[in-house]
């Protein structure tokens, strides 16, 4: 990929009710399912889904019915598929092992995780190669950093390690730091947040970027945890700096497919189960988009006269695409 200047964006999620809101989803059947897929080459799917609870593509490390035909048809019909996610604890590599542990061919190339991105937008952005990064996150944000030519601190590495309150005893980071990452790290500490702090406060020019804002996540299947914007908002306090988000629903993962793969947003379909972040990602883009109700959102929810973010197209499950066009 030619390299140049790529920004992400920030969109606030209220900010776009006039365009969520601009029509009624439609319920997925026959006539529209077959019209779907004649007018998208490109089908982008979430794949959040974890042990916890049910996403697009898997539950743990079980698919979805319907999974493994419904891509097999896409892929005979001449459709690019991609997989996105913001769950930045895992490297594109991870991912890949996991399709292909049930099953699934899927390329590395075609994977899009918040992790990835972080350390696309550095490398478009021509970030210099001897400046270092900081991070608060999981292993799959450092391991793409290094895969990108970067040399990253923090991470799981400084898990263990305790911030000292001490009469004259100064905090020491490095000064060659030039970006903080911040994802989701269940191993947050004191010490991470003064390191990270630190850095963006005194070290010239570097940038704090965040691998996506969401609130929580289902870590677990009987409630919700604390997301990675629980972590960017402790940064945001301390620094009083807002990030730059590269994940969902930030366009700037569009923005890279656009350059990767050549197609028109109008000519693609996000499809997956969160209306904050997979819909709305989609939406902000000008793609199609197909929420499916296996996973986060409800119908009650989809229904509920608060909710501003309307898809263009709801179902179950994604193996709907395939029985509704009759392929």
């Known amino acids: 990929m030619e390299q140049g ?3 992400a964006t920030n969109p606030n999620p209220s900010s776009m009710s006039g365009v969520a809101a601009a029509s009624a989803a439609e319920l997925l059947c026959c006539a529209n399912a077959r019209a779907l897929l ?5 089908f982008l799917f979430d794949c959040d889904g974890n042990e916890a609870i049910a996403g697009v593509i898997w539950k743990g490390d079980k698919l979805i019915d319907g999974v493994p035909q419904t891509l097999d048809m896409l892929r005979s019909k001449g459709k690019k598929l991609v997989f996105v996610t913001n769950n930045s604890t895992k490297s594109r590599i991870q991912y890949a092992n996991k399709f292909q542990s049930l099953g699934l061919s899927v390329n590395q190339d075609e994977i899009f995780s918040s992790s990835f991105a972080a350390a696309m937008y550095l490398k478009v952005n021509q970030f210099p190669p001897h400046k270092k990064v900081y991070v608060i996150g999981g292993e799959g944000i ?4 290094q895969l990108a030519g970067f040399t ?6 400084d898990a263990e390690k305790r911030a000292q309150w001490k009469s004259n005893c100064l905090f020491e980071h490095d000064k060659d730091v030039g970006a903080v990452v911040v994802g989701l790290d269940p191993d947050i500490n004191y ?6 702090t630190l850095c963006i406060r005194e070290n ?6 965040a691998t996506n804002r969401d609130s929580v996540g289902h870590m677990t299947d009987l409630q919700e945890w604390p997301g990675a ?3 960017v908002a402790a940064v945001c306090g301390s620094t009083e700096q807002e990030p730059i988000v590269v994940g969902k629903p930030s366009t700037f993962m569009m923005d890279f497919l656009l350059q990767k793969f050549n197609v028109t947003t109008s000519r693609m379909c996000m499809v997956g189960d969160r209306l904050d972040t997979d819909i709305l990602f989609g939406q902000n883009a000008g793609c199609k988009t197909l929420l499916v109700l296996s996973g986060v ?9 608060s909710n501003s973010i309307k898809p263009d197209y709801y179902t179950d499950k994604v193996s709907d695409i395939l029985s509704l066009s009759g392929e």
């Open 38 to 42: 004649d007018s998208v080459d490109a």
């Open 297 to 305: 959102t409800t119908q009650s929810t989809l229904d509920d006269p």
């Open 152 to 157: 990253a601190l923090g991470g799981p590495e």
């Open 204 to 209: 010239p020019g570097c940038l704090f970027i």
């Open 229 to 231: 914007g629980c972590m």
């Open 5 to 7: 200047s790529m920004e």
């Open 142 to 145: 450092g391991q793409e950093l």
């Open 191 to 196: 010490y991470k947040l003064q390191y990270a």
